[in-house]
């Protein structure tokens, strides 16, 4: 078994916060960390090579370096648990399993930047995760690790948790600050960067939960322990949803570079796919999938994933079998998209909606010549024309399903008798979408 | 659940806020003010409080929510009707809540979500039963995909029941089987416990932990100097290309001036010169082997020494 940096206490009760410290917890809030300097801190997560685990892989100590200092404003440290990319658990798994660690990571980030209020957004649905959260923070309060002088130090940090309400687009670094704010869940344009004005105009980092929960091994088995685990350009392990189509689906810890065939069939991870493997979509549903041959070949690391068009994410692994329509899973994954987008922009507002009643259209046996190269040519044109990424996050899915397994949405399409009927447009009336 | 809901019943402010205005609701509302350093950012929490006390937000609880959060009430309803989870009108007891999204959806979602609509007799779209036990709702990703189709009662991921308890076991998903005995579990529960008591939406506030400052906006102080102040790292020397020697380093911003020392013959380190807190580098005529070092000095004091470095050949 590989060394595990995060999830190394799962199914230990490390709930308790004397459990966790009977496990070596909290061990860093002591001279390991305290003699530090921040610009020593930022510089050893540099020099660990840590990436955010959120999805873009952005060199975590090269985040925090961007964040000002003596700017007389605070600074805030905001916690992105809004966890909501399909096909992606670990987060969930990691606060419900191990909540203290991650309030140790963030003491830690904290430390670094001079935040002295921190927040951790939690999306709605996990109300369980929550609760646990509630209780670690309670009981690190009483143990004097948060408030005021921390461990003794002239050091202050408080921890809210903060319920979000149900939105996907949230995830989003601008999107989760302004709801933060109390405002609707909608993306700021960048810049201002949130490092320089983000929460309450003040400059904000925002970190994944598991970013932040790496952060007490790395200083406990220093930078160069960390940075040798995984491949050079994508150091350390990494935590992977896995779910779909395989005997064992759940959360395992890897490290980065692990080949993909690894992980569905290991003895140590999901122990094998049931029926035959069609294909994998590697990280999350934004990512473009692989075919069970690309999969074969595939090592999950930012690098190697990104040289097959398609990247690592969020570490979410869905796969998928031979029985399986991806005409069907195309009509998920863009009625989410449609569902999801949060109406601000037009490209992504209007197209994805409308790449939605097509599909609704196709799957339902009522696709006509032409409407694939209608959705692929909409996929094209609201992929970057918008604030946020979400618009590319549904086209991604869409152009790569239909390039791939094009015989496959030929086939649906070739069973309407009527497909060669002109497509009306009245078909396509917004009201058809909002059921 | 965010379609208008026009055909809705407004209940008037006369019924609704003496729900609200009680001591218990107020004071946590108070200490979720204090959270953050304007009242609007405790207006998603406020919103959840007025959705459990009432069981859902009528119009009237969107206002109280403006106003305790200084917002514009269309602010609020705005916000109110972005986010999915609050319930603008009236739901069963039992809200299932069956994700539809790609992983539960490729592991049989629909199977389920037709059976149970079939079984509760509604569609799936927020139908409420008769008897006022359950609402059905398909959703978008739940965020446990290991346990697909996955399924929310109520606040709780169920996908079985295990010892007389709605359960989520490793790698379990929902089956149209396991359904049913949900729903058979809910059926006892609703003759066994005649109301649901409530539930803490905002999983156990804290209160009087002596962490939370006490008045509004005082969560926002800036942290005052708790860290030592940095020293340079990554000492290092090499030759210019016509013969000097080269010491470069990195260093924080906020440090001042730094102290260039050399190890004299008897062993202690002796200033040399001084440099700007800007510099980066220092060049100069130095005996090979020399042992140098730098030391950072800030507003908030001298750091400790950086690394000692050689001078090179």
Known sequence: MATLTVTQNFGKGAQDIGVYKSLGGYSSL??????????????????????????????????????PRNS???????????????????????????????????IICGWALGVRTAYIYVRGEFLPAIEALNAAVKQAYEA??????????????????????????????????????????????????????????????????????????????????????????????KVFSVSGDVKRPGVYEAPLGTPLMEILEGKDYCQGVVGTLKGVIPGGSSSPALTAEEAKQANLDYEALAGLKTMLGSGAVVAFNTTR????????????????????????????????????????????????????????????????????????????????????????????????????????????FWE | MSHHPVHVVQPADAEILPK??????????????????????????????????LGWLPNAAIRWAALKCEVSPVHAYGVSMFYTMYKKEPTGRFFLQICQNVSCHIQGAENVIVHAEKVLG?????????????????????????????????DDFATDVVDGELAMPDGVGLTTERFDRIVAWCRARAVAIPTEPARDSLGGMLVGTGGHPGATGATSAVQGIYAPPAPALGLGSSRTEDGKVKLSWRAAPETTTFHLETRSGSGEFAALASLSGKDKEWIGELAVGTEVRLVAESAVGRAKPSNIAKVVA
């Open chain 1, 72 to 106: 007389g404003k605070p600074v805030y440290l905001v916690v992105n648990a809004d966890e909501g990319e399909p096909g992606t658990f670990k987060d969930h798994r990691l606060m419900l399993e191990d909540p203290h660690r991650l309030i140790e990571g963030m």
């Open chain 1, 144 to 237: 004097g690790l948060l408030g005021k002088n921390i461990a003794g130090t002239s050091f202050c940090m408080d921890i809210y948790v903060h319920r979000g309400a149900g939105a996907y687009i949230c995830g989003e670094e601008t999107a989760l600050i302004n709801s933060l704010e109390g405002f609707k869940g909608q993306p700021r344009l960048k810049p201002p960067f949130p490092a320089v004005s983000g929460a309450f105009a003040s400059p904000t980092c925002v970190n994944n939960v598991e970013t932040l929960m790496a952060l007490p091994w790395i200083l406990e088995n220093g930078p160069e322990a960390y940075a040798k685990m995984g491949t050079p350009k994508s150091p350390g392990t």
């Open chain 1, 30 to 67: 002591s001279s390991r960390l305290f003699d530090l300097s921040q610009f020593e801190l930022i510089d050893l997560v540099m020099r660990s090579g840590l990436r955010g685990r959120g999805g873009a892989g952005f060199p975590t100590g090269m985040k925090w370096s961007f964040v």
């Open chain 2, 122 to 154: 509604v569609a799936s779209q927020g139908g409420n039963t008769a008897d006022g036990l359950f609402t059905l709702l398909r959703v978008e990703c739940l965020g446990a995909c290991g346990n697909g189709p996955v399924m929310q009662v109520n």
């Open chain 1, 325 to 432: 329509s991806v005409v069907g899973m195309l009509a998920s994954l863009t009625r989410f998209y449609a569902h999801e987008s949060c109406g601000q922009c037009t490209p992504c507002r209007e197209g994805t909606g409308y790449a939605d009643r097509i599909l609704k259209t196709v799957v339902s046996g009522h696709g006509r010549d032409g409407d694939l190269e209608q959705i692929l040519d909409l996929a094209a044109n609201f992929t970057s024309s918008t604030i946020c990424p979400l618009g590319a996050a549904d086209s991604a899915p869409i152009i790569n399903f239909i390039g791939k397994f094009r015989s496959e949405f030929d086939a649906v399409v070739a069973k309407n008798p009527d497909r060669g009927e002109p497509r009306l447009s009245k078909n396509f009336r917004p009201g058809a």
């Open chain 2, 20 to 53: 609200l205005e009680t001591p218990a609701v107020i004071s946590r509302l108070e200490e979720l003010i204090r959270r953050y350093p304007v009242k609007r950012g405790a207006l998603l929490q406020a919103l959840w409080l007025a959705q459990e006390t």
